[in-house]
């Protein structure tokens, strides 16, 4: 098929990520070829507008409109599906290119939480690549650590920051003291939130990407359905001040993990965690991978979790490894012995959590807080009560170890109280 | 050769590390079969004393008193060299494993960057590997970073804790503000300095780590010979201390960067760096790579730097590559590719300097100080001063940017001075 011995791509999206590979492809093929021992050649692109102009040179480029075209072209060896989404033209693109034989490097991270079981049976049948280091935390080289670094390691769990633009507003809330909406309107107008900001700050990204690390991790079928996933929404900055008093910081993470039950918890929330632990520190749009495992105990990757060339060189590493032959299987096991996950519920999660309640300054509330929380055989370990400008107060606690469903039973009872103004807040505490 | 479809150890060394190796390998085999696709089964094993309980199960593994036949053993497919050293025995068994068409994996960082050329081009003759991920920063997997996920950056700084030891020496003595003979001690009980503690505490076994991470991530040649080293011994208590009230902390760090003259600085060396920073959070025995690269920007990976199972988990994971056919360059790029590093000398290194100097308590001692950093050019943005019980004064300043050589001078004449009390200290301020 190939006239001479080079890897011949064809690049099927050309955003922001499609744009980079386009550019490091071209601009590093120098580097390249001695590094893969062979040329690797861009051969076709497609994106839906020919005109626009991304200062790319396209000469001797084939140009599809029809990415899924693209996946049939006979002199492609390697399709890069930079489209997105979990349905549509780029499941299409890369089920169409599998079918034809063709390596597929991908970093959608919906697709392959989705449908990657599915997808990875097609490349396997055929000795195929079905790569996707890029879908998840950007330039990070977390999935070829996991599937291959770590191959000797049982991994007991992940602990990530998957969402930059979470983390970018909650660090912006913390270091401003600037309210939740108006940090978000910066972060659409710098390019880090979408318009619809819905998938980011509920926290559907961060569980697309922790359900492919739970996969590769636990040898798992990725099961984005059973995925707890609850965003930032709710997180005011007095939250962030009351957790910062006693001593923690509210971070959106993602977290897969075996629990004392041999069930797997895989889980996107926000967090209260100790303000001096390693992941407190990654600030801004930065993300960060840790993992902890029998043999190599706790390792953590932080770097740039999104963004046009950190991706693109994810997206590239996969390229180079299908150029030099190193074909693994997509879940770094085959996809027949990828089980099904037995996850545990929400409500059986176990933790301390940060209680907030804004409630009439009137005499009796503590004791009454109190003592629901106790007959529901809750205590806690830190207090803190504060007069607001509005003559309300705040109480914020700490509560022990203790199962989330008896959290959401006393929240509910002391919700109907008549001191309380507006809905309690929980926040787990997460231990790191 | 083989009877089966596996793939056949030999294991040369049993001290901690090749222990570790034996069992995970036979801990882990049901998920290394998974994960492989095929068995990978220890054959041979080789060390001094075959009478000692090592609670290994060795039963049906081949015993041999002489590594090097070990390596020329018929049966062996991948030959795992645990002893250390970069001459003697370690290096024969490499040397012959490969020349007898074996793979190799090994952990030896003295040997790979003293002879890793040589070696390298034994095994590319036929197809081999040579893998040395657990030479480098024990457990975390940065040479399969460097060599596969940066495989399109151009990387422009290596900055990294390589030797458990001196981080552990100099995070005690800052928290218990013990003195570096003490804490040395304690490190030796520990089991984390040897009882000759030369290698660690001057910086040499970094220096032989950070010469294989120089060579892979600026495709040069290994060189030693290049590479500036110097250790921890001068640092006192006191300027751990000073360095602090400045807003600095001191480490030993091991960086290899492109200066802006096109030139390669290869140093191991204690470093001032800012006490707020990612990197001087890596407290103990805890190792840690920072890599700056034109696309992915600036990634850390830290975790276990040492030790019995991290450093097995990294040759488990080379051992793994091996299995499933993933063999490239040991250096990422042939060795005739590799190229002769143009290394800066560490007199024209240039960045601000920590001073320190102990004077008598008398008039005209900063102002003389001063005046002679002053006519060679050198200012200064940060002083600390204060009385010492002996009632001599410690003077403590922050250079502005200067060159190295002009240091030097500075303080030849300056320690040449008769309100001098002990030989003046300078350490290079690090931006990180």
């Known amino acids: 098929m190939n006239k001479n011995n080079s890897l ?9 990520v499609g744009q980079g590979v386009f550019r490091i492809l071209t601009e590093q093929k120098e580097l390249l070829t001695k590094r893969c021992g062979r040329q690797v050649e861009i051969v076709a692109v497609s994106a839906r507008d020919k005109s626009k102009d991304r200062g790319l040179n396209l000469s001797g480029v084939k140009w599809y409109d029809n990415p899924v075209e693209l996946a049939g072209d006979a002199n492609v060896d390697c399709v890069v599906e930079v489209i997105g989404g979990d349905s549509g033209p780029a499941a299409e693109t890369v089920r169409t290119a599998l079918k034809n034989g063709k390596h597929v490097v991908t970093a959608n991270k919906a697709l392959i939480a989705k449908h990657g079981v599915e997808l990875a049976k097609l490349a396997e049948k055929k000795n195929l690549a079905l790569q996707f ?23 007991n769990k992940i602990v990530a920051i998957l969402n930059g633009t979470c983390n970018f507003i909650l660090t912006k809330m913390e270091e401003e003291k600037r309210g939740f909406a108006e940090v978000l309107k910066e972060a659409q107008q710098l390019g880090y939130a979408e318009s619809d900001p819905s998938f980011d700050v509920d926290g559907i990204d961060a569980a697309h990407k922790l359900v492919i690390l739970s996969a590769l991790g636990f040898g798992i079928k990725p099961d984005f359905g059973a995925t707890f996933a609850e965003g930032i929404t709710k997180i005011t900055l007095q939250d962030i001040s009351y957790a910062g008093l006693l001593g923690y910081k509210i971070k959106l993470l993602a977290i897969a993990e075996k629990n004392s039950r041999g069930e797997i918890e895989q889980r996107v929330h926000t967090c209260a965690i100790d303000a001096k632990t390693d992941i407190a520190q990654i600030n801004g749009v930065l993300g960060a991978v840790k993992i902890s495992t029998d043999s190599l105990g706790a390792a953590l990757f932080t770097g740039a979790g999104a963004g046009m060339f950190p991706t693109a060189s994810s997206v590239v590493a996969d390229i180079a490894d299908i150029a030099k032959n190193n074909i693994s299987k997509p879940f770094g ?10 996850f545990s519920k929400i409500e059986n999660h176990e933790s301390e959590y940060y209680l907030r ?3 009439k300054d009137v005499d009796g509330v503590l004791s009454s807080i109190a003592s629901i929380l106790s007959n529901n055989g809750i205590g806690f ?9 509005s003559k309300e107060a705040a109480l914020v606690m700490i509560t022990h170890n203790v199962k989330e469903e008896k959290i959401k039973k006393s929240l509910g009872e002391i919700s109907k109280q008549n001191y309380i103004v507006s809905e309690p807040l929980f926040v787990r505490v997460e231990e790191i």
């Open 8 to 16: 011949k791509i064809g690049i099927a999206g050309l955003g922001n």
């Open 133 to 155: 280091e890029g879908s998840v935390a950007g330039g990070i080289p977390i999935i070829k650590a996991i599937k291959e670094s770590l191959v000797g390691n049982n991994i």
């Open 333 to 342: 096991v085959s996809h027949k012995d990828l089980i099904a996950g037995k």
């Open 357 to 359: 309640f804004f409630v």
């Open 381 to 389: 370990e830190k207090i803190h009560q504060e007069l607001l400008p």
